[in-house]
């Protein structure tokens, strides 16, 4: 099992990191991933062992490290919603961490499942990432097209069968069509929400069973084969 290996520290915390570098010799373009909202489980670094398997540097920060993980969760979540406050400095902090490795381009993409999801689509304008792939992620409260104005080019990836983000998708198409945004958006129709995430530990898989998160491993490949390909179109130094 990946463990952290590395510790950032950003204006408000220290935080415990896993970072995935690919084989050879750089420089790599990078990537952040955000988590969901379990935290820095196995599904999160393997995350980052597929992208760097695929030639970029992965960086996957636990957003819950630097205190009790109840706290962590709610301030996390809060901040999210707000679409500000110390979560996203801590994730500033970690994209200028990666771009300042001696192994990396300093072309940075991010990407996020379900929660970490949530954040991509608030990071995608403002925070100089070059590319953002928001899976499943919550929609916004501020008003889609205002939150997409100026974005870097978007790859998104739903679930036909996730009840809680019916017509999520074309939603954030449409905002990307208005704003003259790259972008790649597309709905799996027998996915369900979390279908990039195989879950193995015990909170995760109850929970799943109740919350109807169902891993859908032809559907995953597909979107990690939609999300290598636009990450290497875009990211190219």
Not at 68 to 77: E, R
């Amino acid at each position: 099992m990946s463990k952290p290996n590395v510790s950032i520290t950003t204006p408000q915390h220290t935080l415990d990191a896993y970072l995935a570098t690919p084989e050879g010799e750089g420089p790599w373009p990078g990537v952040v991933i955000i988590h969901d909202i379990f935290g820095l489980t196995p599904v999160a670094t393997g995350h980052a062992d597929w992208l760097a398997s695929e030639g970029f540097m992965a960086i996957a920060p636990d957003l819950y490290s630097w205190g009790g993980t109840l706290k962590c969760v709610k301030a996390t979540m809060s901040d999210m919603l707000k679409g500000e406050g110390a979560a996203f400095d801590d994730i500033d902090t970690v994209r200028q961490w990666l771009s300042d490795q001696a192994g990396c381009s300093g072309q940075i993409g991010v990407i996020g499942f379900c929660m970490g999801g949530g954040f991509c689509l608030l990071l995608a304008s403002g925070h100089d990432f070059q590319a953002s792939a928001p899976n499943y992620g919550m929609l916004p409260k501020q008003e889609l097209e205002d939150v997409l104005r100026g974005a870097c080019p978007v790859i998104a990836s739903y679930a036909g069968k996730d009840k809680q983000l019916q017509g999520a998708a074309a939603k954030i198409e449409a905002a990307l069509v208005s704003n003259g945004v790259p972008h790649d958006v597309k709905e799996y129709p027998e996915a369900y929400h979390s279908f990039m995430d195989d879950h193995h530990t015990l909170v995760p898989r109850i929970l799943g069973k109740l919350l109807a998160l169902r891993f859908n491993e032809k559907d995953a490949a597909d979107a990690r084969s939609r999300i290598s390909a636009f990450f290497r179109d875009h990211l190219a130094a």
